[in-house]
């Protein structure tokens, strides 16, 4: 009997120091197990850090050599223009120079999408338009590139605005004039554009929307035969960019009606907008923005970023914009991303109902 329990106190201190030490053996494991992560998560840290670092110092050498600044148009172009003032002030700002690259012809695709497969290294970028930016993605039914995704916005650069002109043969002095007869004579008033899917043309379209009217598109190759055809009579109205019609606000030839933008322009003060004129909400801004191909490191981004603004804000720049009937305006990365982004909705609505589609 006796033997039976020290046989049994012994297996149960053995079994005792089995649980200790298997207990012992977990908690090891946890603690090396812990002790990996820790390591794993200060090694990537250190990296991230070290990233960091060298992010920062590219970024306090760039640029350190010239920079391509592709234009979707060809040379002497309203974009061109920009891209050229643009880069100039840049050149001036940076003391590297900004080698402007025209890729005109099939909209500007081209161009946009030979961007977004350049190297994100800041040392190549793009002057586009919400023709670019927020008119294609819908307006064609294979793009070569998303604008959300493989491309990084910089800054917006200018705002272009437009106007409706008409002939002054057409009884209508006002926008709220312009409504009254288009509503008494639908489908029958002639606008003209540079072509579908135009800024010209979708210009148009959203004001159909707007108001509740019809008028009938015809296209030209080109604002500038769109504008001499409505001058000698041909068409009856218009909505180019203001500095197309510049040249004519004092003659005869041309009554400009309203600016489209939400605001009058500091360019031409004296025209009214659509909304004052007879219709609320009314809205339709032609602007200009800078982008990057995706992937572009944060610190060149906000370099660049405050290298325009301060081009924007010179003198210099904004007197030459003047001339030619822009108006500076700039932007965060993130403002002119939302924009694009919000863009979207109400050009797929407008595409929608003019049933415009490119391939």
């Avoid at 800024?199 to 598109?217: N, R």
Wanted: proline letters at 7%; aromatic letters at 6%; charged letters at 15%.
């Amino acid at each position: 009997m006796l033997r039976r329990r020290f046989v049994s106190f012994r297996f149960l201190a053995l079994r005792s120091m089995c649980g200790e030490a298997a207990s012992l053996a977990k908690r090891t494991s946890r603690c090396a197990g812990s002790a990996f992560a820790i390591g794993i998560t200060i090694a990537l840290a250190a990296q991230a850090l070290a990233q960091s670092k060298q992010a920062d110092q590219s970024a306090s050498g760039y640029p350190s050599k010239s920079v391509r600044l592709i234009v979707p148009s060809a040379a002497g172009s309203g974009t061109d223009l920009v891209g050229r003032m643009i880069g100039q002030g840049l050149s001036e700002s940076w003391g590297q120079t900004v080698v402007v690259d025209n890729r005109g012809g099939a909209g500007g695709i081209p161009a946009v999408a030979l961007l977004a497969k350049a190297a994100p290294d800041g040392y190549t970028m793009l002057l586009g338009s919400i023709g670019h930016f927020s008119f294609a993605p819908v307006l064609y039914r294979k793009l070569p590139y998303d604008p959300q995704k493989d491309l990084t916005q910089i800054s917006l650069v200018a705002n272009q605005p437009f106007v409706i002109a008409v002939h002054p043969s057409l009884p209508a002095s006002s926008i709220k004039e312009l409504i009254a007869l288009a509503k008494n004579r639908p489908g029958t008033i002639r606008y003209g554009s540079g072509g579908p899917g135009t800024a010209a043309h979708l210009g148009p379209v959203l004001l159909e929307l707007t108001a509740g009217i019809s008028f009938m598109h015809v296209p030209y190759r080109g604002i500038g035969p769109g504008l001499i055809a409505v001058m000698s009579g041909e068409i009856e109205l218009i909505m180019p960019g203001l500095a197309n019609v510049m040249p004519h606000l004092k003659n005869d030839r041309l009554r400009v009606l309203a600016v489209t933008g939400a605001k009058r322009s500091r360019v031409a003060p004296h025209l009214p907008t659509v909304a004052e004129g007879g219709l609320p909400g009314f809205e339709f801004n032609v602007w200009y923005a800078l982008a990057f191909p995706g992937g572009v490191s944060r610190p060149i981004l906000t370099k660049t970023n405050a290298e325009v603004v301060k081009v924007l804000k010179s003198a210099a720049v904004r007197e030459r914009f003047s001339v030619i009937g822009l108006e500076p305006v700039s932007s965060t990365p993130e403002q002119i991303a939302e924009l694009i982004k919000g863009d979207q909705p109400k050009w797929e609505r407008v595409v929608k109902a003019a049933n415009i589609r490119i391939e």
